[in-house]
């Protein structure tokens, strides 16, 4: 199984600032045949599911807003928010999707500081 | 707009059963996977079972093999859960979620449903 290893587990940042997830993953997510990292991003506000954010580790979902990027490939990646507003926080996860079980990260707790 | 609604959440002893369903609206449902998912209370979450589109072909976590079953009806757009055996540790929410695309080849989770609390307690 992929293991998927986020950091920090919790987070505090300032409104404006910028908020940085990373995730790590125990195997390439990377698929060479296509130069595809199976690798998505899903924000969970208390009392709802998950939302989708980002696929193919970079790929902003329609409706998203653009303060949300990921970056990264292989094994690490990383989510990140470039002006934070109160209506981001929430906890984020990473999930691989390159082979089932498709296992995700143990969630980042994003708070404001 | 695409649509998801579990039901059949509820108290159960464990090694009793419960069979979970999820109605979708909104797109073809036919044509795509769609998974469980699950999460523990206050805990992360956990990928339970897919389907392929057609429900030839199922997938399970470790930890439920053996005693899900993942099955679908196309013709009344809906998935369903059998849970068999159940344990304490299979407490909480079951989500189902659409597969990314309908080809198999994206399995993120998009959209979900609002979920379903099963409780397995004696």
């Known amino acids: 199984d992929i293991v998927m290893t986020q950091s920090p587990d919790s987070l505090a940042v300032s409104l404006g600032e910028r908020a940085t997830i990373n995730c790590k993953s125990s195997?390439?997510?990377?698929?060479?045949?296509?130069?595809?990292?199976?690798l998505a991003w899903y924000q969970q506000k208390p009392g709802q599911p998950p939302k989708l954010l980002i696929s193919?580790?970079?790929s902003r979902e329609s409706g998203v807003p653009g303060r949300f990027s990921g970056s990264g490939s292989g094994t690490d990646f990383t989510l990140t928010i470039s002006s934070l507003q109160a209506e981001d926080v929430a906890v984020y996860y990473c999930?691989?999707?390159?082979?089932?079980?498709?296992?995700f990260g143990q969630g980042t707790k994003l708070e404001i500081k | 707009q695409v649509h998801l609604v579990e039901s059949g959440g509820g108290v159960v002893q464990p090694g009793k059963s419960l069979r979970l369903s999820c109605v979708a609206s909104?797109?073809?449902?036919?044509?795509?996977?769609m998974h469980w998912v699950r999460q523990a209370p206050g805990k992360g979450l956990e990928w339970v079972a897919v389907i392929s589109y057609d429900g030839s072909h199922q997938f399970y976590a470790d930890s439920v093999k053996g005693r899900f079953t993942i099955s679908r009806d196309n013709s009344n757009n809906a998935l369903y859960l059998q849970m068999n055996n159940l344990r304490p540790e299979d407490t909480g929410v079951f989500y189902c979620a659409r597969a990314g695309d309908a080809e198999g080849t994206s399995n993120w989770f998009d959209p979900w449903g609002q979920g379903t609390l099963v409780t397995v307690s004696s």
């Open positions: 999930q691989q999707y390159y082979s089932p079980p498709y296992t």
């Open positions: 195997q390439s997510v990377l698929y060479t045949s296509n130069n595809k990292n199976y």
């Open positions: 193919w580790a970079s």
């Open positions: 909104g797109f073809t449902f036919r044509s795509y996977p």
